[in-house]
């Protein structure tokens, strides 16, 4: 009964920088992954990037790769998404999600936050 809360979304220019936070309650040690989520009006929602603890990695949907890092601060329960090099098209809701094993379904979903990104 893991619960999730984003922040750190906000409007800023394009290549801009912004890092998103995502808190949960109690520990995320148990979870196999942590990732975060990206919903656009008239889209599907769609990965952004994921961490894995152990063994530990990460994965970037392929249109952020080398602007995003994800990372995970286990003491503080909590998991980032830097965000650098901003485009007009970064700009969605954003999610952080979990998984509690590898094939599992992303099961624990956070409320959200804004992210807009101006030309």
């Known amino acids: 009964q893991v619960q999730l809360m984003e922040s750190g979304g906000g409007l800023v220019q394009a290549g801009g920088s912004l890092r998103l936070s995502c808190i949960a309650s109690?520990?995320?040690?148990?979870?196999?992954?942590m990732g975060w989520f990206r919903q656009v009006p008239g889209r599907e929602r769609e990965f952004v990037a994921g961490i894995v603890s152990h063994p530990s990695s990460t994965s970037y949907e392929d249109s952020v790769k080398g602007r995003f890092t994800i990372s995970r601060d286990v003491r503080k329960n909590t998991v980032y998404l830097q965000m650098d090099s901003l485009k007009p098209e970064d700009t969605a809701v954003y999610y952080c999600?979990?998984?509690?094993?590898?094939?599992?379904?992303?099961?624990?979903w956070g409320q959200g936050t804004q992210v807009t990104v101006s030309s």
């Open positions: 109690g520990s995320t040690a148990s979870s196999y992954a």
């Open positions: 999600a979990a998984k509690s094993f590898k094939g599992a379904r992303w099961s624990e």
